[in-house]
């Protein structure tokens, strides 16, 4: 399975429609992978209708995963050139409630003031195996005594801030020195009036808003595809970018949802990064189990962190709110007894959308929303097969719908580890 990543630049504004009530004006801050996919399907009806099989092969074999598309706008020059990953911040991160945000670089303008983020999953891991111990309540609260107000010192003061630490989302990219900033999105509100059906003309007393993203704006996706579709797939898309055909979202009828799309090759993944990955992210949740005397470790600790939303299911056709050790077990072949989850941060979403190919609305699913973290114990060390496991969990991804970008995950992130308060 080859890798690409997707460059996407808005040529007018977009609008996705992140609720489906008749009220609903707000857009999404990212674009789903099914509306990318229909997205290119209309794009390939519209410029090679004859060639069918192509057709099939890229948008109806499932055989392609096309992906969540990600803000890539950043006000610092070297993040909106550098080619790294854009990743959703984990719902486990944190960051001070009234200067919230990555630290500024040392070359970048100082015109607001952050104070950096956190995450705490580690902290709340420990305080569900404390709770499992039935530890005194001073014991449990130790490891969330950093919740409650923000590090930050001031250089020039020595003040602390101390105001209230509170949750922290978004999409971030990393450097190769591991500075990390988040992806701005600019958006802004479109008025429109109502038609009179019969006349044709403005309808009294109807005005309506609708919230559309900035053109100019740019989003990083990474697309995943077979090696003997790679060449025709990148000649079809650049003669949709070249004929100026692809449209997102709504509005189209309206000028809104013009993009343009390049795609270039990602790096080969190696398994030694991942590996270390891993190996860090045991140690040093073994290292905090002993500091806060937990008499029962298991050999292993591991994260999942959902970069996309995950479509679960149990026997019964039931959606799951959660990764089970059973649904755990199905992507990586290894029993589901040797899984437990320790702690989990997770929210549930409802998922909709339109058929661009049939002309027909999607059956309402619902999925783990994105950055849900999840913190499992293995009963068996790390070796080999457990490698193999998950790293073909982190390549595959879980649960349905994946040809969508659903289900996409990352294995112990290393931003579970990195503190810039």
């Not at 390939?44 to 192509?54: D, I, K, V």
């Not at 610092?76 to 009234?98: L, N």
Request: hydrophobic share 35%; glycine share 6%.
């Amino acid at each position: 399975m080859k890798r690409l990543h997707l460059r996407v630049t808005a040529l007018s504004p977009l609008a996705i429609r992140s609720d489906h009530a008749p009220q609903g004006v707000k857009t999404t801050h990212y674009v789903p992978g099914m509306t990318l996919s229909g997205a290119l399907a209309a794009s390939h009806r519209m410029l090679r209708p004859e060639q069918e099989e192509e057709f099939a092969a890229l948008f109806l074999r499932e055989s392609i995963s096309f992906p969540y598309l990600y803000p890539a706008s950043f006000q610092h020059p070297r993040f909106q050139t550098y080619q790294s990953p854009i990743m959703p911040v984990p719902k486990t991160a944190q960051s001070c409630k009234r200067f919230s945000g990555f630290p500024l670089l040392e070359d970048e303008e100082k015109v607001e003031e952050y104070h950096g983020v956190r995450d705490s999953l580690l902290d709340w891991g420990i305080f569900a195996m404390l709770n499992n111990e039935a530890s005194s309540i001073p014991e449990l609260l130790t490891p969330l005594r950093s919740h409650v107000t923000c590090p930050y010192i001031n250089e020039k003061t020595g003040k602390g801030c101390n105001h209230p630490m509170d949750h922290f989302s978004g999409f971030y990219r990393r450097n190769q020195a591991g500075q990390r900033k988040q992806a701005e999105v600019k958006t802004r509100l479109q008025t429109h009036t109502g038609i009179n059906r019969e006349w044709g003309t403005v309808q009294e007393g109807v005005l309506y808003n609708r919230e559309v993203i900035d053109e100019t704006m740019q989003f990083w996706g990474e697309l995943w595809i077979p090696a003997e579709l790679e060449r025709s797939f990148k000649q079809f898309l650049n003669e949709a970018s070249t004929e100026d055909v692809i449209r997102l979202g709504t509005g189209r009828t309206r000028g809104l949802g013009a993009v343009s799309i390049q795609a270039e090759e990602a790096p080969t993944w190696e398994p030694e990064p991942f590996k270390r990955k891993l190996t860090l992210f045991n140690e040093a949740f073994q290292k905090r189990t002993q500091e806060a005397g937990i008499q029962q470790r298991a050999p292993f600790y591991f994260a999942i962190t959902l970069h996309s939303p995950a479509i679960l299911c149990d026997p019964f056709l039931c959606y799951l709110k959660t990764i089970t050790p059973q649904a755990l077990a199905e992507r990586t072949g290894l029993p589901a007894h040797q899984f437990q989850c320790i702690y989990q941060s997770t929210g549930v979403q409802r998922i909709t959308g339109w058929y661009e190919v049939w002309g027909t609305p999607r059956t309402t699913e619902y999925a783990i929303e994105m950055g849900s973290v999840f913190l499992f114990a293995s009963s068996a060390p790390l070796d080999e097969e457990l490698i193999q496991a998950l790293a073909t969990l982190e390549q595959t991804g879980i649960g349905k719908r994946r040809n969508e970008g659903f289900g996409r995950v990352c294995i112990s992130d290393p931003f579970h580890l990195e503190a810039d308060c």
